[in-house]
């Protein structure tokens, strides 16, 4: 008898991840409102781990301008929150667990630490087996798997929707480009009693607010001589520009607030304009 998609990804959650610990350290015993499955907001010392692709990631300086939002949410974020991004350009929620990426947050995190999750870019590439997944099945059966361990070392897993791409319709309205990747995030959120911030829903209707022209101050749109990074120009759709990166974490920090994760002292500036020239992008590693 075949299982159903909910008891799959059960089943599938309760296995290890690749390059995690077997258990959680030994170290901590999870704060009472951690083990509740709560959050503990405002907690010294609690990190925000990020887990994503490269529209999240660190960037460095050969691909300035280029900027991924989890550089700029530390300036939503009181000091006393940390961010540690695991972001890394290309990866999908399979890749990145195949890779062991998964398994060094894991070994890191602490009761009480966040873990926010957001993948989907790169699960679309039907065309490359290492990092595609299927929105009901595979997709969710390896967000799961997030979900499970952050869970089981007192730590409180969030899960983002992909942030929209730029893309217009003749009538100049912006369109969704990621399928049916969004729904099955929500779902498996509501299903499982995680917090979400829809990253997705949030950043198309601010594309659509800014329209064709103005959204492209958003992204990595360069015109010839413009970066030398980019001498010929560049029109990427994908990746942000700072003050596109800066406006994405506006909003999963003020999502965080909203969801009850993060509480009105953990943040700052949410209504402040934050300049772009405060993006800094270390040497190449």
């Known amino acids: 008898m075949s299982l159903s998609r909910r008891q799959t990804v059960a089943a599938l959650a309760a296995l290890p991840v690749a390059g995690a610990a077997a258990t959680p350290p030994a170290a901590a015993a999870p704060h009472p409102a951690a083990a509740a499955g709560q959050a503990v907001p405002g907690r010294p010392g609690t990190t925000l781990f990020i887990a994503g ?32 991004n695991h972001a890394m350009n290309g990866r999908s929620s399979k890749s990145f667990v195949d890779e062991g990426r998964l ?17 989907g870019h790169n699960d679309q590439k039907s065309e490359d087996p290492a990092r595609y997944t299927e929105p009901w099945t595979t997709y969710r059966e390896h967000l799961a798997r997030y979900v499970s361990g ?40 509501a299903e499982h009693d995680v917090p979400l911030v829809d990253v997705q829903a949030l950043s198309l209707a601010e594309w659509q607010r800014l329209g064709p022209e103005g959204s492209k101050a958003y992204f990595n749109w360069l015109a010839p001589g413009e970066s030398p990074n980019y001498p010929d120009g560049r029109q990427d759709n994908t990746h942000f520009r700072p003050v596109g990166a800066v406006e994405v974490a506006r909003m999963v920090a003020r999502g965080l ?12 500036r949410l209504d402040d304009e934050v300049p772009a020239g405060r993006i800094t992008w270390p040497p190449a590693p």
């Open 53 to 84: 692709d490269s529209t999240a990631a660190r960037k460095y300086a050969p691909a300035a301008p280029e900027t991924g939002w989890g550089m700029a949410l530390p300036f939503f974020l009181t000091p006393r929150l940390r961010v540690a």
């Open 103 to 119: 398994g060094p947050i894991l070994a890191a995190i602490r009761p009480g630490d966040l873990l926010l999750v957001q993948f």
């Open 150 to 189: 952050a869970r089981a070392r007192g730590a409180r897993p969030v899960l983002l929707t992909s942030v929209e791409r730029r893309r217009f319709d003749a009538a100049g309205r912006a369109v969704t480009t990621h399928g049916e990747y969004p729904a099955a995030v929500r779902a498996l959120a």
């Open 257 to 268: 607030l909203a969801a009850g994760v993060l509480r009105p002292g953990d943040v700052r």
